[in-house]
């Protein structure tokens, strides 16, 4: 993509109501703007980032045996009355009546939802399990919502639902989105730790929440020294047993300074880590706490129906862009992973005004364009230091260099995002390089 066609609105100075890292490099990255408190659109370089960690999500939901399907954003009232939140969310559930004066609501999650549809459908044992999932914009009042994307009123989640005959059946799917939760942060990334978390309105006795460490986060975590290394990229069929994964991940102690008691704490103080950390995924296990107020039960080999075990796992995809931010940047701006960079590589012409120069430019960005490097080409008429201080505000992992001298030398200067590293490399090399 040519920088001159592009829309990438990026600002010098840092917007008075951004207080944390994320949102202030987000608006001046040019990835975001505010149309209503806790609401944002998505421009196209912050929608790239976006629609990337969208897809991993989705690959590692997959691969872990759940169903895509797609719900609605506004449901019917009738639904939570029938499960008894209605009236217990509280303000943040946003209410609305239809022109007919029906009842609804701009879905927070989807519990009711998914089990109407299980109910509606799955009538006999035979057809479970059953995990369906997908990735919709859900909307929650804040009493006040800051941090840019980190706590906004809308925000993209994926939410999956698990349906099981018996408890035992129902853990096995707990423990296999734990085990895709491992290896979906990991891809991303990120280092996750899974930590006990309260089931708060969602319900049930069993949930994790997990944290990815950032000096910015919101609460301050205490763990084992041994998350370290554990490897969350779990290579398994997660058909198999994952409880001795499982359990290897939570026998480590973890948690947030709401639960941490240090005279509790039986970990020494060699091997007790702290820092900060942010939630970027929640999961539950809670039985039939929808299932059996909404009557979704199947029939069971004995012939006699039982309410099914459920559970339901959240992930923010929004929520995760600002969360990568936080655990990956510095002064000078973004450094993406790879793996969710809007674009692999930036190429920058440092002299549009003379024609060897801008020709070369042009041919190593079709080359590279042709080769599948995915390329942002910065071929405007800005100075060269404007030019290396954007690409470093964007942080892209590549940054590739071409002037005058470096065409007469057949060189280009390649630098390293995350490490700030420099080399030069030969200009017929360069594309082998980037592939």
Known sequence: MRLSRYFLPTLKETPSEAKIASHRLMLRAGMIRQGAAGIYSWLPLGHKVLKKIEQIVREEQDRAGAVEMLMPTIQPAELWEESGRYDDYGKEMLRIEDRHERRMLFGPTNEE???????????????????LYHIQWKFRDEIRPRFGVMRGREFLMKDNYSFDLTAEDGVKSYNAMFVAYLRTFARLGLRAIPMRADTGPI???LSHEFIILADTGESEVFFH????????????????DLQPIVDEWTALYAATDEIHNA????????????????????????????????????????GKNAFVQMGSYGIGVSRLVGGIIEASHDENGIIWPEAVAPFKVGLISLNTKKEDCVAACDKLYRELMDAGVDVLYDDTNERAGGKFANMDLIGLPWQIALGPRGLENGVVELKNRATGEREEVALDAIVARMT
């Open 113 to 131: 939802m998914i089990t109407d549809i299980f109910r509606r459908e799955v009538k006999s044992y035979r057809d479970l399990p059953k995990n």
């Open 203 to 205: 319900g049930g006795d």
């Open 225 to 240: 020294k041994d998350f370290e290394q554990l490897d969350p990229m779990v290579d398994v069929d997660p058909s198999s």
């Open 263 to 302: 005279d509790d704490c039986d970990v020494t103080d060699g091997d007790l880590k702290t820092g900060r950390g942010i939630e970027v995924g929640h999961i539950f296990f809670f039985g039939d706490k929808y299932s059996k107020p909404l009557n979704a039960s199947v029939q069971g080999p004995d």
